[in-house]
C-alpha cells in the first residue's frame, strides 16, 4: 500500500449505467466528476486473502481513490494489500468492524474528502455500482445514501433465514421509532455498502466497534436530522458459512445485543428524538459477549485513531 500519485478522471460514461438509456447533461457530468474527485472508497478487511485480490482489482477499475483498514489480520491480506495502489491503516490486533469503519471517518474528515463509500471485501457488494453512488451524491440533498439489498427483484441468491430474519425485525424497528425523522422508510438497516457525507459525520460519536455499529449510526441520523435515503444494490451471498464469531454467531444473541445498542443510544439521545422512539425501551444492555448489565450512559466520544501525515 502506498500513497497514490495522480489519478485518471472517472466519468459516468466510463461505467455501465443502472439505465444504459439514461443520457446524462453536461451539467449532471460536472457534477459527476466534482464529487468524484472528492470521494474516498474506505474496504475494511479482516482474513481476507480469499477475496482481496480480486475485489480491490474490481473497486480500482470503479474508482481510484482507495483506503484499506486491515483490522490485524492474521493471514496473507496485509502482503498481497502491498501489490495495489491503495492507501491502508493497520491495526495491530483486531479492533472491530466498527472501529475499523470509525477509523476510515477519520481518515476521510482529516483529508478533507467530501463522501466516503464503504465496501466490504466478502464480494457480497458490486463494486461497479461505486459510480452510482457517486452520482447519487452529485445531487447533493442526501447525507447517507444507503444500499439496500432488497429494492430488487430476487436474483436467485438468498441471505441466510436468520439473517434476514433479523435484519426485516431490526429495520421494522427502527422504522417505528425514527422514520419520521430519517426522512424515509428503510428496507436494509445492515448494508455496509453506503455512501457517507463527510461534514455530517462530524456531527455523530458512535463508540461501538462492533457489528452494531449501525444501529448507533441511524440512531444518531435520527436525532441529528442527517437526510437519509437508499439506493437499490444487488443481493449477493457467495459465501453463507461465514460467522461474527463468539455468542454473536447465536441469532438470539446478536438480536438483543443489536437491540440493547439501538435502546441504549435512543435513551441517550431522547432529547432530540420523537417521544414514539422512546417507548417500550429494554431495561438491560446485551453486549457482544452475551453478558447482560445495566442500562448505563457512556461518553459520547467517537473513537479516534492516528492518522499518518495528518
Known amino acids: 500500500m502506498n500513497n497514490k500519485s495522480t489519478q485518471p478522471v472517472f466519468t459516468p460514461s466510463t461505467f455501465a449505467s443502472p439505465d444504459p438509456s439514461a443520457v446524462l447533461s453536461s451539467a449532471t457530468e ?36 482507495v483506503l484499506v483498514i486491515d483490522d490485524g489480520s492474521s493471514d496473507r491480506t496485509a502482503s498481497l494489500l502491498s501489490s495495489f495502489a491503495v492507501d491502508g491503516i493497520r491495526h495491530a490486533k483486531n479492533a472491530g ?11 476521510a474528515m482529516a483529508r478533507d474528502y467530501e463522501w466516503i ?21 452529485s445531487r447533493g440533498d442526501a447525507d447517507i ?15 441466510p433465514a436468520d439473517r434476514r430474519a433479523i435484519n426485516a425485525s ?6 417505528q421509532r425514527l ?34 455499529f449501525p444501529m448507533q449510526l441511524w440512531v444518531q441520523a435520527a436525532a441529528y436530522g442527517l437526510r ?6 444487488k443481493l449477493i451471498y457467495n459465501d453463507t458459512t461465514r460467522t461474527f464469531g463468539g ?52 461518553p459520547n466520544v467517537m473513537c479516534r485513531c492516528e492518522i499518518p501525515g495528518a
Open 145 to 159: 445514501i444507503s444500499g439496500s439489498r432488497y429494492l430488487l427483484p430476487p436474483s436467485g441468491d438468498s441471505a
Open 247 to 298: 455468542l454473536l454467531d447465536d441469532a438470539q444473541v446478536r438480536l438483543k445485543h443489536y437491540r440493547s445498542v439501538m435502546h441504549q443510544q435512543i435513551r441517550q439521545l431522547s432529547h432530540l428524538l420523537p417521544n414514539k422512539a422512546s417507548h417500550g425501551l429494554i431495561d438491560a444492555v446485551v453486549s457482544s459477549g452475551g453478558v447482560v448489565t445495566p442500562s448505563i450512559s457512556r
Open 97 to 107: 468492524y466498527g472501529q475499523s469503519l470509525n477509523d476510515a471517518f477519520a481518515y
Open 170 to 175: 431490526v429495520t421494522a424497528e427502527l422504522n
Open 30 to 65: 460536472s457534477a459527476f466528476a466534482r464529487t468524484s474527485a472528492r470521494t474516498l472508497v474506505a474496504i475494511p478487511v479482516y482474513n481476507e486473502e480469499k477475496y482481496v485480490e480480486r475485489v480491490l482489482s474490481r473497486v480500482l477499475s470503479a474508482h481510484p481513490n
Open 179 to 212: 422514520s419520521t425523522r430519517l426522512g424515509t422508510t428503510l428496507t436494509d438497516s445492515f448494508c455496509g455498502f453506503k455512501a457517507h457525507r463527510v461534514s455530517s459525520l462530524r456531527s455523530l460519536r458512535i463508540t461501538d466497534k462492533g457489528y452494531a
Open 228 to 233: 437519509v435515503c437508499e439506493l437499490p444494490v
Open 117 to 137: 463509500i464503504t465496501i466490504d471485501c466478502d464480494e457480497q457488494h458490486e463494486p461497479a455500482a461505486i459510480p452510482a453512488f457517486i452520482e447519487r451524491a
